[in-house]
C-alpha cells in the first residue's frame, strides 16, 4: 500500500499497521520536489480529509495554513513545558461526531500516538460519510 505516493515523491514515508488498519502519513519534509515546488506536497497533503499537525509554536493554529478543498479535520499536537501534549481536534461543522478525541485534551506521552491515531482513523471513516451525504444530495 502506498498511500497514493509515487517514486517522484521521495524515498522514505511514514507508516502504521496492526492486523486490520495498515496507514501511510504524508509527511511534508519528506516528500521530495523535483523543482522545490510545493505542488508535491499539495497534491498529498492538501487533498486529504484529515491532517495531523504537530506543532513546536504556542499559537493557536489556524485551519487556513493548509488550503484546500477537503482537509475537513485538523488534529493538532503541540508539547508542553510539563512533558504532556496538547490535542486540539479542529473539523468542520458538516462532519459527523468522531472520537475517541474531540475538543482539546492534555495527554500524557504514552497516551499520544494510540489515541491520536484511532482519532484520525475514525475522523477519515467520518469524513467519507460526510462526503458521501454531500454527493447524494447533489
Not at 500500500?1 to 522514505?12: A, R
Request: proline share 5%.
Amino acid at each position: 500500500y502506498s498511500g497514493g505516493l509515487v517514486e517522484d515523491d521521495g524515498e522514505f514515508c511514514l507508516t502504521w499497521r496492526d492486523d486490520t488498519v495498515q496507514a501511510i502519513f504524508h509527511v511534508a519534509t519528506l516528500i521530495e520536489s523535483k523543482d522545490n515546488s510545493i505542488v508535491a506536497r499539495k497534491r498529498h497533503i492538501g487533498n486529504t480529509y484529515v491532517n495531523i499537525v504537530y506543532s513546536d509554536d504556542e499559537m493557536e493554529y489556524k485551519r487556513s495554513t493548509i488550503p484546500g478543498q477537503v482537509n475537513d479535520v485538523h488534529i493538532v499536537v503541540q508539547p508542553r513545558v510539563d512533558g504532556t501534549y496538547r490535542v486540539n481536534i479542529q473539523k468542520k461543522a458538516d462532519v459527523p461526531p468522531f472520537g475517541p478525541l474531540s475538543g482539546i485534551h492534555i495527554l500524557p506521552k504514552c497516551a499520544l500516538a494510540p489515541l491520536v491515531r484511532l482519532t484520525a482513523f475514525n475522523a477519515d471513516l467520518a469524513c467519507h460519510i460526510s462526503h458521501q451525504a454531500r454527493v447524494e444530495v447533489v
